[in-house]
């Protein structure tokens, strides 16, 4: 019985916020309409198991390393965060001073966060990758491009 309560309690599910569990049944909805159905299987496939990825409970996956940081709610780290930013150690304080920064301010708390020892998500790496440089609209076109029959028009 114990054994069953530590799994229940590392699979995430005891973190499982109403906001995660419709998003993950929309997610599940646009999966099978893709794969079952084949309504736009090229658009909905991404964006359903995007959907999926970001919001597993307590993974992690699209969070930057200060919101990793901030969602730890280590009081030493966050004294040090909420110092630079002259509020509060309290982490909606640091989030409203956090809303209200300039952003060379968010990227010295965010640098910060990394050299405490947190990493990005890795879907908010592709995020700053791929799409915050600007490259992944530009492959997506490509893509479709590509994809795109013209024997009709000729």
Same mark, same amino acid.
């Given at each position: 019985?114990?054994?069953?309560?530590?799994?229940?309690?590392?699979?995430?599910?005891?973190?499982?916020?109403?906001?995660? #569990?419709?998003?993950?049944?929309?997610?599940?909805?646009?999966?099978?309409?893709?794969?079952?159905?084949?309504?736009?299987?090229?658009?909905?496939?991404?964006?359903?198991?995007?959907?999926?990825?970001?919001?597993?409970?307590?993974?992690?996956?699209?969070?930057?390393?200060?919101?990793?940081?901030? #969602?730890?709610?280590?009081?030493?780290?966050?004294?040090?965060?909420?110092?630079?930013?002259?509020?509060?150690?309290?982490?909606?304080?640091?989030?409203?001073?956090?809303?209200?920064?300039?952003?060379?301010?968010?990227?010295?708390?965010?640098?910060? #966060?990394?050299?405490?020892?947190?990493?990005?998500?890795?879907?908010?790496?592709?995020?700053?990758?791929?799409?915050?440089?600007?490259?992944?609209?530009?492959?997506?076109?490509?893509?479709?491009?590509?994809?795109?029959?013209?024997?009709?028009?000729?």
């Amino acid at each position: 019985m114990e054994s069953l309560n530590a799994l229940l309690q590392g699979m995430g599910l005891m973190h499982l916020g109403a906001g995660q #569990a419709i998003m993950l049944l929309v997610s599940l909805l646009l999966l099978w309409l893709a794969i079952a159905k084949k309504f736009e299987p090229l658009l909905l496939l991404p964006i359903g198991f995007g959907g999926l990825l970001s919001n597993i409970p307590e993974a992690g996956m699209a969070l930057t390393a200060l919101e990793s940081l901030l #969602a730890h709610h280590d009081a030493g780290q966050l004294a040090v965060i909420a110092a630079k930013l002259n509020c509060a150690p309290d982490v909606h304080a640091i989030k409203e001073a956090l809303a209200l920064a300039l952003p060379s301010v968010q990227n010295q708390m965010e640098n910060l #966060a990394v050299d405490m020892g947190y990493t990005p998500g890795v879907l908010a790496l592709f995020y700053k990758v791929a799409i915050g440089s600007g490259v992944a609209p530009l492959v997506i076109f490509m893509g479709v491009g590509a994809m795109t029959d013209f024997g009709p028009l000729l």
